[in-house]
């Protein structure tokens, strides 16, 4: 329920600040131009809304698998997407090597699930389906489309921020002024985007849950994604950065992360057990400056956080 109304309350606080700005704006500029700026923001988010899977697609190299190639992972996405009361999603592998799983599609009805090459050789059964879980959670929740909605708001910020601060209008300071709020705008809806999308990974977590997952296994299945995704070079990783919201954790932040993680594995298995995770619920998070604000600036929340987050679903 605090996961729901926090993500209620982004959502109203994003409107209430594009509404405040419009307002402001459209004294300025007239109604025409607010329309201008909200129909052009609108217009590119839902060319980005109907290309981006096919851009995903190719970008990540994705080659979707019939039953009979992958009988197992389809037996799998079948019985949890019945679960979740959803249609089953398409089934596809991405030749990353990066070891990952994303969800992508323009509604529920268009869902897709992909695992990488890397997480295939890396993840064990149980594991593999509570990841799956997440995703389909993801898709279950809408989040992508919630994501896309959010999104435009930081994009009208953007064009009324530029307009107005390379305007030649004769009231010049006032101009100046506005379109500087708009930058600052742009910024902190931004930063509430990305808060938005930490909340979304804490809930798709929860409803790997409840369609049956252990949390230990998701648990596991993180850890081991933090150790993986340490050993793929800088080279491969940056070739996915501009998709790594999608992803399942951020493979960029692997090699800072694995430090924090090492006290989570007390018997050195590679693997995170039940009696592990709920040690971890007694532990208390104090995370450095540093970390604090890698976290603000990341899709994903930050992964002992999210952990420990898990040993309370157990």
Known sequence: MWLQIRMYLLIGIMFAIIYTLLTIAGTYIGFGGFIFYALLAAILLFIQYMIG???????????????????????????????????????????????????????ISDGR???????????????????????????????????????IIPMICWYLAWSFMFSNDRDRGNIMFIGLF??????????????????????????????GSKPHYLASALYKLVYGSATIPKDTLRQAEGYKAFFLNDPSRAKSEIDELREI??????????????????????????????????????????????????
């Not at 039953?67 to 398409?90: C, D, G, Q, Y």
């Not at 600052?184 to 369609?211: M, P, Q």
């Open 53 to 107: 899977p096919k851009m995903i697609e190719i970008s990540m190299g994705v080659r979707y698998l019939s039953e009979a190639e992958a009988p197992e992972l389809h037996a799998m996405v079948s019985e949890l997407a019945k679960k979740a009361r959803i249609k089953k999603p398409r089934i596809g592998i991405s030749n990353s090597p990066i070891p990952n799983a994303f969800a992508f599609g323009r509604s």
């Open 113 to 151: 699930v992909c695992v990488t090459q890397g997480i295939m050789k890396l993840l064990n059964k149980d594991e593999l389906k509570a990841v799956l879980g997440h995703e389909i959670s993801h898709i279950k929740n809408r989040d992508v489309t919630t994501i896309t909605m959010l999104s």
């Open 182 to 211: 708009a930058f600052l705008l742009y910024f902190i809806t931004n930063l509430l985007v990305l808060y938005g999308s930490r909340i979304r990974e804490y809930y798709a977590d929860k409803g790997s849950v409840e369609l």
């Open 265 to 314: 594995d007390a018997d050195m298995s590679g693997t995170v057990d039940m009696d592990e995770l709920l040690k971890i619920r007694e532990k208390r998070i104090k995370l450095g400056f540093a970390d604090r604000v890698m976290e603000i600036l990341s899709t994903h929340p930050n992964m002992l956080k999210r952990i420990k987050y898990l040993s309370t679903l157990t």
